[in-house]
């Protein structure tokens, strides 16, 4: 089993290295990982920054005690992959996140796309971001990775074709596309985005304006992924054929 990772705002650490983790991820390392004494632990800002830690001791419930003696840096993978997500309802938002975020997608921009039945408003929406935001943070840690996912605000239609018209390749999932995922031509550096609609799919109007702006329609296969799947496992054929999985 690798390290478990906690996120810490600063890599600061006293005389010898000796470094305390505190707080919320202090108290979930000593008291519900209840590390001890020798343990591997790795320290990230989520933004590329890292540090292996050994375990020093602990102190009371939420204190624990770390030997930290460089801080490294992880470049951002190439290319960059962006899923932009259109809102599922329910929970089912969390879960497109939690598992787009543990096969190592670079960025989630929430769509509220005209045939989205859950719709964000005021402080819905914001609780709703902050929510999809907190499970990219604690997928991040869980998938044991130092550069978490950006989950940007949520962007209208015309908001998501301008991303795609400065893409290097830009794909939306549609049952229309003539060419499958899995053959098309990806560059090796840049930005890829590809685009997931709801349930209802993406409208006529919609996959007009994408197109437009230089978006192509693929298809994934032959059966029908929920909304809240579709993105993984899209990601995960573009993540394995751009060779970072490899």
């Given amino acids: 089993m690798t390290a478990p990772v906690f996120v810490v705002e600063h890599f600061d650490a006293g005389g010898g290295g000796r470094y305390v983790l505190d707080g919320p991820e202090g108290r979930h390392a000593v008291s519900v990982k209840r590390l001890r004494a020798g343990e591997d632990v790795v320290l990230t800002d989520g933004s590329g920054r890292w540090a292996d830690c050994v375990v020093l001791d602990t102190e009371g419930k939420d204190r624990l005690i770390l030997q930290l003696d460089s801080v490294h840096e992880e470049p951002a ?131 007009a304006l994408f197109e437009e702006a230089g978006a192509k329609a693929y298809r994934l296969g032959r059966s029908v992924l929920r909304t809240s799947t579709a993105g993984t496992a899209a990601a995960a054929v573009l993540l394995a054929r751009t060779g970072r999985w490899s």
């Fill in 77 to 207: 993978e190439q290319p960059r992959v962006t899923v932009v997500q259109a809102l599922p309802k329910g929970d089912r938002g969390e879960l497109a996140v939690e598992t787009m975020t543990e096969v190592g997608v670079d960025a989630i921009v929430p769509w509220a796309a005209a045939r989205c039945i859950t719709q964000w408003k005021g402080e819905r929406g914001a609780k709703a971001l902050g929510k999809w935001r907190a499970t990219a943070r604690e997928a991040g840690k869980q998938s044991r990775r130092v550069r978490f996912p950006e989950v940007a605000e949520a962007a209208t239609t015309k908001q998501v074709a301008v991303l795609l018209a400065g893409a290097e390749f830009a794909a939306v999932l549609h049952e229309s596309g003539d060419a499958p995922l899995a053959t098309a031509e990806l560059p090796s550096t840049g930005d890829i985005v590809l685009v997931v609609g709801p349930e209802g799919g993406v409208a006529p109007e919609e996959l």
